[in-house]
Structures are given as structure tokens and as C-alpha cells.
């Protein structure tokens, strides 16, 4: 089997620096809060309101990077999912010509259901072919993810 490209690592930088943000956002509003109470000059109240701003502009930048960033890693494991299902289709790598015929109908000893040949359920399973009356017979439902049912 020839080797497959892993796709690019997700950037692994962006979650703790926006933690990073927000957690220097949240500790700026909490340090302006406390100076603006302890202080009873309204100018001085002011000034340090600019750095409550600040904060809120860090918290805000901090929770968007890390909305983003999590939606990259998950983009990233989907595409890795599809990729590893693809490998272990033994459909894809024999005869590549789309669907299966109806009769590749597997199972292993202790499923309850049985599967067309490339289902992603089985993938990597100690599998036996037979036929649906077969599966049947052994008290075997039909997949249905795969719609292994609707082969007869
Ligand atoms: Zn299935």
C-alpha cells in the first residue's frame, strides 16, 4: 500500500494564545474595576476606564480566536476521518468501480448486523462473507448505515 500524505498539522498556537488573550483581558477589567472603586476622582475613574476597554477588546479577540481555531482542528479531523476511510475501503482499492455488488454482505462471528463489504462499520474487522439468507438465518439485521437491506 503505497503511503498516504497526512494533511498539515492543525496550528496548535492559536488555543493557548487565546486563552492567553482572554485571560490578560479578564485580569485588566479586574484590575481598571478595582482602581476605578477605589478611587473618587472622576478623571482618575476615567482614565482607567480606558484599560476596562482594553480588556473587553482582549476577552473578545481571545473567545474568536478560539472559536476559529476549534473549527479548524475539527475541519482537520473530519478530513482525516474521510481520508482513513477511504484507505480501509477494500472496495476502493480492489475494483474501484462505485458501488457494490449486492452479494458482499459481511459480518464478524458477534455482530448483530450485517454489512455490505466496504461499510465503515466494519472497517478493520475480522469479517466473513455470506450470503443474506445466511445472515439472516444466524438472527443478523441489516445495517443500516450501509443499507445492506436493500441488496435483495
Ligand atoms: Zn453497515
Redesign the pocket.
Known amino acids: 500500500m503505497p503511503p498516504t500524505p497526512r494533511p498539515a498539522r492543525p496550528p496548535r498556537p492559536l488555543l493557548p494564545l487565546a486563552l492567553l488573550m482572554a485571560g490578560s483581558g479578564i485580569v485588566a477589567m479586574l484590575v481598571a474595576w478595582i482602581k476605578v472603586a477605589s478611587s473618587l476622582h472622576v478623571d482618575r475613574q476615567i482614565s482607567w476606564t480606558g484599560l476596562s476597554l482594553v480588556g473587553a477588546v482582549l476577552v473578545c479577540a481571545g473567545a474568536g480566536l478560539a472559536a476559529t481555531s476549534g473549527e479548524r482542528v475539527f475541519l482537520l479531523h473530519l478530513q482525516r476521518l474521510g481520508a482513513a476511510l477511504a484507505v480501509n475501503d477494500p472496495s476502493a482499492a480492489t475494483n474501484g468501480t462505485g458501488p457494490l455488488p449486492p452479494t458482499g454482505l459481511v459480518a464478524t462471528e458477534t455482530m448483530s448486523?450485517y454489512?455490505?463489504a466496504g461499510?465503515p462499520?466494519?472497517a478493520g474487522k475480522p469479517v466473513i462473507p455470506a450470503s443474506q439468507v445466511d445472515h439472516e438465518r444466524a438472527g443478523r439485521l441489516p445495517?443500516g448505515?450501509?443499507g445492506?437491506g436493500a441488496t435483495s
Open positions: 448486523r454489512h455490505r461499510c462499520l466494519t445495517c448505515v450501509c445492506a
